[in-house]
Antibody
């Protein structure tokens, strides 16, 4: 069974940094692309970033480009999202998602809440 | 970056059929397959339909998807109270460096 467990969320001041982690189990992590998706309180889903199975290719939403960095450690079955220069509008639940074949975000974790506030 | 356009709400009585539309462009729906997600209150999103019309294991056949040109639709037949929640379409967009784009979301209410 695919399991994705996000961690690292919390309260951070504007301009601060945070690193999210997503521990994966139940599948061969190194064979699948992964993504981060966020949802601000009361709002819809927003794709944030994606990374290929090897980590060689990365993709970002314009809203986070230059501030967020996606990475993965296939030896640890873990996906990361380094978030710098955080803004109030980055406040959201951040979900980790696994791709399947050509389908992005096939399986989802339960999410971790990031709150950016002074 | 663009978004896919959905109606903000849809509703029906138990047993009715409800349809949700999703409008995009040539760079996303027109060029790539469409996925649909269901998000029940207080829970994480769940994949409902992938590759335009395929259902993951465990998804009832009451849910069906279709695509034509730059638009897609999700139909819920035999609406049930447990179907009440938010529904999102999504597709990969090949413009710029490439990105995944979600629809604006549709809240389904069972009357």
């Amino acid at each position: 069974e695919v399991q994705l467990l996000e961690s690292g969320g919390g309260l951070v001041q504007p301009g601060g940094s945070l690193r999210l982690s997503c521990a994966a189990s139940g599948f061969t992590f190194s064979s699948y692309a992964m993504s981060w998706v966020r949802q601000a309180p009361g709002e819809g889903l927003e794709w944030v970033s994606a990374i290929s199975d090897s980590g060689g290719r990365t993709y970002y939403a314009d809203s986070v480009k230059g501030r967020f960095t996606i990475s993965r450690d296939n030896s640890k079955n873990t996906l990361y999202l380094q978030m710098n220069g955080l803004r109030a509008e980055d406040t959201a639940v951040y979900y980790c998602a696994k791709s399947e074949s050509s389908t992005s975000c096939y399986s989802w974790g339960q999410g971790t809440l990031v709150t950016v506030s002074s | 970056q663009s978004v896919l356009t959905q109606p903000p709400s849809a509703s029906g009585t138990p047993g009715q059929r409800v349809t949700i539309s999703c409008s995009g462009s040539n760079s996303n729906i027109g060029s790539n397959t469409v996925n649909w997600y269901q998000q029940l209150p207080g829970t994480a999103p769940k994949l409902l339909i992938y590759s335009n019309k395929q259902r993951p294991s465990g998804v009832p056949d009451r849910f069906s998807g279709s695509k034509s040109g730059t638009s897609a639709s999700l139909a819920i037949s035999g609406l049930q109270s447990e179907d009440e929640g938010d529904y999102y379409c999504a597709a990969w967009d090949g413009s710029l460096n490439g990105f995944y784009v979600f629809g604006t979301g549709t809240k389904v209410t069972v009357l």
